[in-house]
């Protein structure tokens, strides 16, 4: 390296444009396409970024058995039954494996009242 500066004459003489000669393929139509490109990169980061940012992720607390019992109130008497059905198996799958071969008789298994009582009880 030279220990002499160099004239502002030639630093700026040694600086290259940035943009690309007039003769060159694609001339204007090639500087578009490239700042459209970047444009719409930077436009795809940023609504990607202001996405994340704007995301609020909602806790979703699954109703205890208590409140699905509760939530069962306003249903007919066979929508119970089944939703009950469901929460002892989930709850109490002993008991709901030694009522399960009584369910599909004729009388239809326990009674709508035992059968709340019990899941209350189990659960």
Do not use: C, W
């Not at 004239?7 to 003769?23: G, H, K, N, Q, V």
Request: net charge neutral.
């Amino acid at each position: 390296m030279k220990d002499t500066a160099l004239s502002e004459t030639a630093m700026l003489a040694s600086l290259r444009d940035i943009r690309l000669p007039p003769d060159a393929p694609g001339g204007m139509v090639a500087e578009l396409a490239v700042a459209a490109g970047l444009a719409g990169l930077g436009a795809v980061l940023v609504v990607g970024f202001l996405r994340l940012l704007s995301n609020r992720r909602a806790v979703a607390q699954e109703p205890g058995p208590t409140d699905r019992m509760a939530a069962l109130a306003d249903k007919p008497e066979a929508e119970r039954r089944v939703a009950l059905l469901h929460l002892m198996r989930i709850h109490a799958p002993e008991r709901y494996a030694a009522i399960r071969g009584d369910l599909y008789r004729r009388e239809g298994g326990l009674d709508l009242k035992v059968l709340e009582a019990e899941v209350a009880h189990l659960v």
